[in-house]
């Protein structure tokens, strides 16, 4: 079936940069709904930046000026360019798709999240994540 894979990860300094990517297969990102999510320190699974199916970005507030999400569709990918890296953004990254609800946060963990999606449809296509160190 579909399948998401991040890489990009890694650790870096307070104010470096990683980009995030997430490439397809199976699946095409173009018209879809897309977006990059984290854990938050309770159970909400964070949508921290996304494309909504008609192009129109979405950046939560923490991270507007810092992050950008794009898509290409030559190369069937989606990134996250995540600049200015603080201490609070370290977490495991999420790359999704497909949602029949659009982008959004959810009330559980992402890990669950990413669980359910394969077996269940309503939460569309997730990755396993890639995990974002920061640290001096």
């Known amino acids: 079936g579909p399948q998401l894979v991040e890489s990009g990860g890694g650790s870096v300094p307070p104010g470096g940069s990683l980009r995030l990517s997430c490439r397809a297969s199976?699946?095409?990102?173009?018209?879809?709904?897309m977006g990059w999510y984290r854990q938050t320190t309770g159970v909400e699974c964070e949508l921290v930046a996304g494309?909504?199916?008609?192009?129109?970005?979405y950046y939560a507030d923490s991270v507007k000026g810092r992050f950008t999400i794009s898509h290409d569709k030559s190369e069937n990918a989606m990134y996250l360019d995540m600049n200015n890296l603080k201490t609070e953004d370290a977490n495991v990254y999420y790359c999704?798709?497909?949602?029949?609800?659009?982008?959004?946060?959810?009330?559980?963990?992402?890990?669950?999240?990413?669980?359910?999606?394969?077996?269940?449809?309503?939460?569309?296509?997730w990755g396993r994540g890639t995990q974002v160190a920061v640290a001096p």
């Open positions: 494309i909504l199916s008609d192009g129109t970005p």
């Open positions: 999704a798709s497909g949602d029949p609800q659009s982008v959004r946060s959810y009330a559980v963990q992402c890990r669950l999240v990413a669980h359910m999606s394969q077996t269940r449809n309503d939460y569309g296509y």
């Open positions: 199976g699946y095409t990102f173009e018209g879809s709904n």
